[in-house]
C-alpha cells in the first residue's frame, strides 16, 4: 500500500510516467518519504517493495534563474558515470512539469551514509572519520582529473572569466532575494572582487562538495557524490576553499546547518589542503581568497532559504532559525579574506 502523498511529489503521477517512459522498471505500488536534510532541491526516496530509487525536484515556490537545474545534474551524472568519480547511475530525466508539477529527474538508489554532524562522526570514532574526510579530498582529486571533453562535458560551462561571472551571479541571487539589510554583505562582494585570482585549468567543478554531500561505506570509501545542482566548468579551487570553510570549527549551537568540524578525529582545514595539493599538484596559495568566496556564497544561499521561508515556501524543520546564522558567515568571510 502506498505511504501518504508526501509534499511536492504526486506518486500515481510518477508512477504513470515511469510505466510509459520505462515500462516494467516498477513492479508494485509506490511508496515513497522526503529525505530531510536538505535544504536546496527536494529529494525522496521510492520503492515498489523491491527496488529502490532516488527522485529529485526543485524547491516549491521561489526558485532562482539558473538554480535548482535538474537536466544539468542529470547530465552531469550521466557523464562521470564510467569515471572513477562515484555517482549514481541515472534513470531518467523528465522536463514535463505537468507529470509532477516541476522537472524531477530519477537515479538509483546507493548504499552509504550522509555523515551531517559532529555526533555521527562521534559514534564511528576518530580513526574512520579521519578516514573518511581524507577519501573525501581524494575523491576530489578524482572529479577534478576528469578530461571534460571525454566525457562529453567540454560544453558543461563557459570556464574563461569564471569567477568574476561566479561573483556577480552570487550578487544577483542576493539582489533576488534581498528583503533585509545585511551588514558587511555587499562590502564582502566588493572586495572579492578587488582581490580576484588567477585561475588554475579548469575542470568539471561540483559546487558544493562536502561531506554530507556524498555517501560514506563501513570502509570509509566515497560511494557517491550527491548534490550536482551547483556543478559546471570552472575553477577547481573554488571546490577546496568550500571543503575548507566546512572544515572551519565553528560554535553553532543547535544550529540547523550541518557541521562536522569538531569531531574527534576530523582534519582541520590546512590538512585537507595540503593533501589535495600533494594529490592534484595544483598551485593552493590562493586558497583564502576560494575560502572567503565560499563563506560568501553560503551566505547568498541561506539568504535565499530564509526568504523563502518568510514566503512560507519551505518545507521541514529548522529554517525558523537559518537567517539568524547569515551574518555570522559574512563575518568569517570578511575575516578570512583580511587574514589571507
Known amino acids: 500500500m502506498a505511504s501518504d502523498q508526501p509534499p511536492g511529489l504526486d506518486l500515481a503521477a510518477l508512477r504513470g510516467h515511469l510505466d510509459r517512459v520505462r515500462p516494467g522498471l516498477v513492479h508494485g505500488p509506490l511508496d515513497a518519504r522526503l529525505i530531510e536534510g536538505g535544504r536546496s532541491n527536494l529529494t525522496y ?3 515498489d517493495g523491491t527496488d529502490r530509487w532516488v527522485v529529485r525536484r526543485p524547491p516549491l515556490g521561489h526558485v532562482l534563474a539558473t538554480a535548482h537545474d535538474m537536466k544539468r545534474e542529470h547530465r552531469v551524472i550521466s557523464a562521470l558515470r564510467d569515471t572513477a568519480v562515484p555517482v549514481p547511475e ?10 509532477i508539477g516541476s522537472p524531477f529527474y530519477v537515479m538509483e538508489f546507493v548504499e552509504g551514509t550522509p555523515y551531517r554532524t559532529e555526533g555521527e562522526l562521534a559514534a564511528i570514532g576518530a580513526e574512520r572519520t579521519r578516514a573518511a574526510c581524507f577519501n573525501l579530498v581524494d575523491t576530489l582529486v578524482e572529479l577534478h ?32 532575494s534581498r528583503n533585509r539589510d545585511l551588514a558587511g554583505i555587499d562590502e564582502l562582494h566588493a572586495a572579492l572582487g578587488r ?25 570509509e570509501q566515497i560511494t557517491a557524490i550527491l548534490d550536482w545542482e551547483m556543478s559546471t566548468l570552472g575553477d577547481p579551487l573554488t571546490d577546496l576553499g568550500l571543503l575548507a570553510m566546512y572544515s572551519a570549527r565553528l560554535e553553532l549551537p543547535n544550529s540547523p546547518i550541518s557541521t562536522t568540524a569538531s569531531a574527534p578525529g576530523h582534519p582541520d582545514a590546512r590538512e585537507l589542503i ?53 551574518p555570522q558567515f559574512i563575518e568569517h568571510g570578511l575575516t578570512t579574506l583580511q587574514e589571507g
Open 45 to 47: 526516496t521510492v520503492t
Open 90 to 99: 541515472a534513470v531518467l530525466l523528465c522536463e514535463d512539469e505537468s507529470v
Open 274 to 326: 595540503d593533501r589535495y595539493a600533494a594529490r592534484s599538484g595544483r598551485d593552493v596559495s590562493a586558497v583564502s581568497w576560494y575560502t572567503a568566496f565560499a563563506w560568501f556564497k553560503l551566505a547568498v544561499i541561506l539568504e535565499g532559504i530564509h526568504y523563502r521561508y518568510t514566503l512560507g515556501q519551505t518545507i521541514g524543520a529548522g529554517f525558523d532559525r537559518i537567517g539568524e546564522l547569515v
Open 145 to 176: 582529473a576528469v578530461d571534460p571533453e571525454a566525457v562529453g562535458l567540454g560544453d558543461f560551462g563557459r570556464p574563461e572569466g569564471f569567477l568574476d561571472r561566479q561573483l556577480r551571479r552570487w550578487g544577483k541571487q542576493l539582489d533576488g
Open 195 to 219: 582581490q580576484l585570482p588567477g585561475s588554475p585549468a579548469p575542470t568539471v567543478v561540483h559546487g558544493d562538495y562536502r561531506l554530507d554531500n556524498v555517501l560514506v561505506d563501513e570502509r
